[in-house]
């Protein structure tokens, strides 16, 4: 095995692609060179039985604030290479499918998927969501760190190319091995780079800040996850995962607050200024909006009949929910976008809300939600709200105005904002619910995912010795994702010779892939092992507990830390319950009183800064610390006295705590040799991404 060594004046390069954000950077830095969202818009491909890619543009990423195809998004839709219920880089079959093969978005026979699956292929792959890893690696080359110039441009520098920097990239603890060798081909095979190496999120977020033992808990995008890590290496079967625990979660509710706003405190006002304010544009302009589109002439007085009329505007009835920009700027109209735009729209206002700290505000220890008093009417305040010290303080508390953009002020009760944040840490009845309600829709959601991967395979049966050329189908090692023989996947990589390479069409890619990735997608454990294969996992085969997808839980994050280190061995569970990591965008969430400080300059223009900037509750810490005071309470009805030390970076450097872990891993001298190299891959194969990079 061959080792690779990094040039004085070459920098590895660190990429991250999350649910929401995609992250790159040189090793050694401090931030990302680039930081850019993960959702993109894009046109699928609707053509057949041609070569060509799954999209028929490229991605467009600036559609938030503006239509793509003039007033009208086209047929543009929203992509991510993320899936939201697994978290990996994975496209099920009904994803990828054209839309003139079938009548639905989500129907269709697996036989049609099958016969137009050829003209949706990419480097061999027809999968959308390995196209998007590509082409977000390509746009981060090209536009965000300027390696690879544009075509048709002459680049004198010789080292100012991609393919002299080695990449590490980032993925989850529970990727299974055949999407990281699918990921793999497309670094060495479409990207050239000299080398590569695959580390895992949550133990670059130990790295991150100085340690190699801790349950790491990441609140991401679409979910949260808790893994424990012990001496650097992950424990897969402590692993969980939340799909209720996210910041999506988060901003739908502040989106749900926010519109129940808009109707209480804006109402019959909010509707009358807005038709007073079209009034002036009409007259300040001297042209009215018609029903046809055609437009009066200026300073008419009579119609047609010789009757006065009056100089009005012929508006359309005004939403009652939260507008954002681009529909105000629509007045008098306000005709919404297409729904997935709209719903994007209304969802970046609403995170721009909480990120500002006046959407969500962590309440101390001891909170209780408004929604979860007994006889209570959420926004009501109830005997159990005023005999509990706690929420009296919220109910008693100044309320943060903030102005939407069609001009309406609200204010915001700190109540309402500390009963949002209760989606992590509360344990009432209607968060409960919540949580469970989510954990039924994603279990349901991955056995849709099974039953179309297993209709998909048993339509490519039968192909496959047409499709494959150059090595024989049924040779078990000639599956380029088995991670049964390295020697038998470089034996029919080559078929039988070194510099021939076995070949496969883009349905046999998919095919494969799907069958390997299979046995990781059901929800249900396999059946007990026959002697043999028990006799092979425990001989240092991959373990039962591996071949399912038993990662879903409805527990709250605290609850989640302490059964991921109960799930480990008894002489870990010590050091794994007494060090916690917290990392991910969704834990930058401050306490209740510190809004007026983190808004900065924007407090005065919205008015804010009605709670004390110095109050207990309002520093950057009081995510973590309302973990830490959670999770000990778990603790202690079992073993009293037991500390809990929790760890996190300040809240700026919260978000990127898996790069940055990855970009100090990838400058040190002593990780040289751990590097995937390109003569690795053509001697062992893909699979050797399993066996340096666990």
């Known amino acids: ?46 053509q057949q039985n041609s070569k060509i890619r799954c999209f028929s543009s490229p991605p467009k990423r600036d559609f938030v604030h503006r239509a793509l195809e003039g007033e009208e998004d086209g047929s543009y839709e929203l992509v991510n290479p993320v899936d939201p219920v697994t978290g990996w880089i994975f496209s099920p079959p009904s994803r990828g499918r054209h839309p003139s093969s079938s009548t639905s978005t989500s129907g269709g026979s697996p036989a049609s998927m099958a016969s137009n699956e050829e003209g949706n292929s990419f480097g061999g792959d027809a999968w959308e969501s390995h196209e998007l890893f590509n082409l977000y690696l390509q746009h981060a080359f090209q536009n965000a760190l300027g390696l690879a110039p544009p075509t048709g441009t002459v680049n004198t520098s010789a080292l100012d190319r991609s393919h002299h920097h080695p990449l590490l990239m980032l993925d989850k603890p529970h990727t299974p091995p055949p999407l990281r060798q699918r990921m793999l081909e497309i670094l060495f095979e479409t990207h050239n780079v000299p080398a590569t190496f695959f580390l895992r999120d949550a133990v670059a977020a130990c790295y991150a800040v100085g340690r190699t033992t801790a349950t790491v808990v990441d609140v ?83 119609d047609a009949s010789g009757r ?26 306000y005709t919404p976008r297409a729904d997935p735009f709209h719903h994007w729209s209304r969802m970046a206002l609403a995170r721009e809300i909480k990120e500002m700290g006046l959407g969500v505000a962590v309440g101390p220890m001891g909170y209780i939600p ?23 303080m919220f109910l008693t508390s100044a309320k943060l105005p903030y102005t939407l953009p069609d001009g309406t002020l609200v204010e915001i009760t700190t109540a309402s904002r500390c009963d949002i944040a209760e989606l992590y840490f509360g344990n009432d009845e209607y968060n409960t619910t919540q949580r469970e309600k989510v954990l039924d829709e994603s279990i349901h959601q991955l056995d849709e995912y099974n039953r179309e991967v297993e209709d998909f395979i048993a339509s490519r049966d039968g192909d496959d010795e047409d499709d494959q050329t150059g090595a024989s189908s049924s040779n ?36 494969k892939l799907y069958s390997a990735c299979l046995p990781y997608l059901r929800t249900v454990p396999p059946k007990s092992l026959n002697d043999a294969d028990a006799g092979a996992s425990r001989t240092g085969g991959i373990d039962k507990n591996d071949q399912y997808f038993h990662y879903f839980t409805s527990s709250s994050p605290a609850q989640m830390v302490c059964d991921a280190a109960f799930r480990c061995d008894r002489d870990q569970q010590a050091s794994l319950l007494g060090n916690v990591v917290v990392c991910g965008g969704g834990a930058c969430i401050t306490g209740s009183g510190g809004v007026g400080s983190g808004l900065g300059g924007a407090s005065g223009a919205l008015g804010a800064g009605a709670v004390a900037a110095g109050s207990p509750m309002g520093d950057e810490n009081a995510f973590p610390d309302r973990l830490r005071e959670e999770i000990e309470a778990i603790v202690h009805r079992h073993t009293m006295g037991w500390r809990v030390k929790v760890t996190s970076p300040n809240i700026n450097e919260r978000g990127i705590c898996s790069w940055l872990g990855g970009s100090i891993l990838g400058s040190l001298g002593t990780f040289q040799d751990m590097w995937i190299s390109k003569r690795d891959y053509e001697e062992f194969g893909s699979a050797i991404v399993n066996r340096k990079c666990p």
Do not use: W
């Open 370 to 392: 408004s929604y979860a008093t007994a006889g209570g009417v959420e926004g009501e305040a109830t005997a159990m709200d005023i005999a509990n010290p706690v929420n009296n």
């Open 220 to 302: 991401g995008y679409s979910s949260t996850m808790v893994t424990p890590v012990y001496e650097g290496f992950v424990e897969s079967r402590g692993v969980l995962r939340n799909n209720a625990c996210g910041a999506r979660a988060v901003e739908e509710r502040v989106l749900e607050v926010m519109d129940g706003l808009v109707v209480k405190q804006g109402g019959r006002k909010r509707k009358d200024r807005m038709k007073r304010s079209n009034q002036r544009k009409f007259e300040k302009s001297g042209a009215g909006a018609s029903g046809d589109g055609t437009s009066p002439t200026k300073g008419a007085k009579h």
């Open 1 to 46: 095995m061959s080792t690779y060594s990094v040039g004085k004046d070459v920098q590895a390069l660190v990429a991250d692609i999350g649910s929401y954000s995609t992250k790159i950077g040189y090793a050694g830095d401090d931030h990302p060179q680039a930081i850019y969202n993960s959702t993109t818009a894009a046109v699928r491909n609707g």
């Open 476 to 511: 078990a090692a000639g599956d380029p994702y088995s991670n049964t023989s390295y020697r038998g996947e470089k034996v029919s990589r080559h078929g039988g010779r070194r510099n021939k390479q076995t070949h496969y069409t883009p349905g046999t890619v998919s095919a």
């Open 308 to 333: 006065f009329k009056k100089n009005e505007v012929l508006t359309a009835p005004i939403p009652d929910y939260l507008m954002p920009l681009y529909q105000v700027r629509r007045a008098p109209i």
